[in-house]
């Protein structure tokens, strides 16, 4: 389960009038973010920053979230860190405005009545599309021996490959010879 703390970003009147800008930054203390089978570990929180802009009839956000978070690896198990720097983007229409034709429904939100943006989606999201979608320890990990699970990194095992298992799916191929 992860544990995250609130970003919200009170969008100042200003910010109302065409082509202005702000800048907001600070962290956000997340715990463990959940990517497919994988949990990333937060020690620390991330730090973000946010640029919103008006465009007319929305505010465009941008920036960047920078953290570090630990892994398992996805070959031997094996503790991986990872720096993670995602970019934020996102897209709120104002009031009654229209997104543009080219978006598609989950590209942009409506900005909330009370003008409070949750930025921990932004966050999140950007954190996500940072993250490796196999993480090693290094490119050349050669993972866990499938017969007694000893991990190959710390040199071969004490397995006999003709003591593989029958049941195992490549039991078919042990005896495939390459001339």
Known sequence: MAAWGNV?????????????????????????????????????????????????????????????????????????????????????????????ADMDDDEFDHLPEDGKIDAVPLIEAALLMDMPLLPLCSEDCAGLCSTCGANLNEGPCECDADDMDPLHPFAALKGLTFE
Do not use: M
């Not at 997340?30 to 497919?36: F, L, P």
């Not at 919103?52 to 996805?74: I, Y």
């Open 8 to 100: 919200v970003i009170q969008v100042p009147s200003e910010l109302f009038a065409l082509a202005e800008s702000s800048h907001f930054e600070g962290e956000w203390p997340v715990d463990v973010i959940e990517a497919g089978p994988d949990s990333y570990r937060f020690d620390k929180p991330v730090a973000w920053s946010i640029d919103l802009t008006n465009t007319g009839d929305a505010l465009l956000a941008t920036g960047s979230v920078r953290g570090v978070a630990t892994t398992s690896c996805a070959r031997c198990l094996d503790p991986v860190v990872i720096e993670l720097d995602g970019e934020i983007e996102g897209y709120f229409v104002i009031g009654d405005g229209e997104a543009p």
